[in-house]
């Protein structure tokens, strides 16, 4: 299966840039050769030819009937080791920064677009407080303060012989327990924030091209064709507060000064250093301060009822100050600041960024030797107070989710699409599964750590050992249950209407054949795989009714724990014994199911370091999740297109310049996102030598209507516009890839081609006399139409301008490693 088959008669020098999709690819695949040589770029992303090409820049004699065939590999991006798939862990964060980007589009609302940025950050926010919580419900409360303070729990356990209360020990006191544990909780958000800056340092320091002139400043080195020179550029975003928004309508791109570009066009959108760095500052300072808080609270709790000397009293109560000063702070640096967009925003607030994380550090390493003073008479007993921790938690995170459910409603209302995801509540509904999967992740630590400590019983109901979870995080296990059931209901239609979707597909299958012997078999596969693509396009309500069903479950198990104040099993003992029972086993499933899950998370991340096709499974749904940048929470797993749009940009620029030919940049699924963004970062001069082929493609079916901002009807077709040329490939058996819906304009022709059959052919005949596989989501370049759809492409691109002398060889064959 040769890319490169048939092609343009005429035109000149011509390259096809192959962009593969999720799941990655290998260059001997989509070079359908086995020498291979890497033309530029590094381990991580590169592009690759065949050898034979390496040269095709200097003999254009020999390519006058084929492009070039050049292909960009990123898959290592997201999936290229077995330390990256712990990132699963990071799940939470990564979905909150997700709603950032599902904002309905209002041009004219910039006050709603900035409060909407806001309301998503403070969300994330409060998952980084949430994981710090539940790493000190486990170390400090499970641990230290309960286990080490019971005298059988302890006994069982020989690790915990030293911190015991009934040797005496100088560790036995509970303020030094606790000040021991405090390590655990501080050492993870010290981890979080070396993942944050390491990859930051990889990811955001990518910079994009600095120009958007004809004229691409780029600093290559010698015999370099794309070289990443990073040519200086001071300038700076003269708007601190700005979020993204959209261009004014009919507004010629050429015209457009920078800060009007649609979105995925300006110059800052793939450099989000500074926020990124800003954000990762407050959310370290925040977890330390958690900790922080966890240690002066217990502390302070105890002085203020013991009534110690003044020393005691005083330093208890200037912590806690500093405490609530510091995480005032951190708010306010939350809130300031949104992205830089409009302009390549270079600067870097070191102080900022270097002092917040440090302060709070230094109040937790106060708060220690304050935990540690001598208090004789402290005896820990019962648990510490957790169900309030938790329980504000879950309050903020449903009054942040409502609240910006309502912006997002008046954004939506500006600009209403038919197709946008949940009429513009997307993005809330997100942040509201966000939050689900943080409470699942916290408290599923927490109970299973809490079902090690107890024994055999269900945490909190335990005889004769205290061990247990605050109270609101068993109400909060014992919903997953009563949730799982509502979900019954919608899966139940969705299986019945695909079957009857099938049925109804049968006719129209054998129609779009004309098979005059129609074989019920092959008819039923073909319809039945049709029908189960069109899943896809039922994600939205699904989402919304999880969300709704979280939200509303999250409310009472909130209400239940603060007014039952016992866990369900012991709150209904006196009522019915039917609701009595209920209550019991929906509290002992839940318990089950939250630990499940979360050992459920480790093992899968366990595996896949060990795997590599469950490593490759894994890197699939970062393909999907980390492709925006991260504009709400800085532990997020990075954005691979910070480095990919750039490379994409920076090749196409550059191989146009220094040859004068024609280019098409060909991306299946994935890619095809990753090639949309990077034409949209060409000057207006390159990309009028550009063609866009997609196929597979998720731009309208899933990022149009998900992120209405960025890839709503609106950008695509001012897309359209500002290309050259673009067509658009897709069947009716892709769960993925779909028609993007751009309607003919002018003299320009609609981008969507008609639906390829899948398969080619219905059944055997002389040109395939074997049964030809449904292909689904891949395989697009086998279907014959491909390379006919290619070929015009570069047909109708302009053609190549004279090669001046003196110009750069186009390749890197120095420097180029075979693979073959």
Known sequence: MSPATPSPKHGGAALELLVHGVGGATPQDMLDDPRTVRVTGDATAAMYRRCDDLDAEDHPERYAERPVPEAYCWSNLTSGNGARALWLLLLPFMVANLAHWMRPPAPDRPGLVRLYGVLVRLVALTLTVLLTAAACEVALDLTAWQCAGDASCAQDRSWLGFLSAERGGWWSQPGRRLALAAVVPAALVGLLWYLSNRTWSAYEAQRPPTAYDDTPPLAEPAGSPSGRGEPADPATDADPGAEADDEPAGTPESALPTELRPALGR?????????????????????????????????????????????????????????????????????????????????????????????????????????????????????????????????????????????????????????????????????????????????????????????????????????????????????IPVLLVMLLAPAVLLAVRTARAARRLGPVVEAAYATVTPDPVRTGRIAATRARAGLTDFAPPLVGIVSGATLFLGAASVAGAWIGGAVPGRAFEGAHPAIASAADTAQSLGSWMIGFGFILFVTWGRRAYKDASARRTIGILWDVGTFWPRAAHPFAPPCYAERAVPDLTWRMSSWTRHTGGRLVISGHSQGSVLAAAAVWQLPPATRKRVALLTYGSPLERLYGRWFPAYFGPGPLRGLHRTVHCWSNLHRATDPIGGPVRVPAEGDRPAVDRPVLLDPVEYGRTPAHPLPEPILGHSDYQADPVFAAERAALLDRLPPALPRQRGTARTDQGSSGRSSG
Do not use: K, N
Request: with cysteine; charged share 15%.
């Open 267 to 479: 110059r800052g959108f793939w450099y989000g250093r500074r926020l990124v760095a800003r954000l990762r500052a407050a959310h370290t300072a925040a977890g330390f301060l958690t900790v922080a808080a966890a240690l002066t609270g217990a502390t302070g709790r105890h002085d203020r009822a013991t009534a110690p000397d003044a020393l005691h009293t005083d330093f208890g109560w200037g912590l806690q100050a500093a405490v609530v000063v510091l995480a005032a702070v951190v708010l306010w640096v939350v809130c300031r600041r949104g992205r830089s967009e409009r302009r390549l925003d270079l600067r870097l607030e070191r102080a900022l960024v270097a002092w917040l994380p440090c302060a709070s550090l230094l109040l937790l390493a106060l708060a220690v030797p304050h935990a540690c003073w001598s208090r004789p008479e402290w005896r820990s007993a019962g648990t510490l107070p957790g169900d309030t921790t938790f329980g504000a938690l879950t309050l903020v995170q449903g009054g942040l989710v409502v609240a910006l459910g309502a912006v997002a409603l008046l954004l939506h209302r500006r600009r209403p699409e038919s197709r946008t995801a949940l009429h513009g509540l997307g993005g809330p509904a997100v942040a509201m599964l966000a939050c689900a999967l943080g409470g699942v992740m916290s408290g599923g630590v927490a109970q299973r750590v809490a079902d090690w400590l107890d024994g055999s019983a269900t945490p909190g109901m335990g005889d004769g050992s205290p061990i247990g979870p605050p109270v609101l995080l068993s109400w909060q296990a014992s919903v």
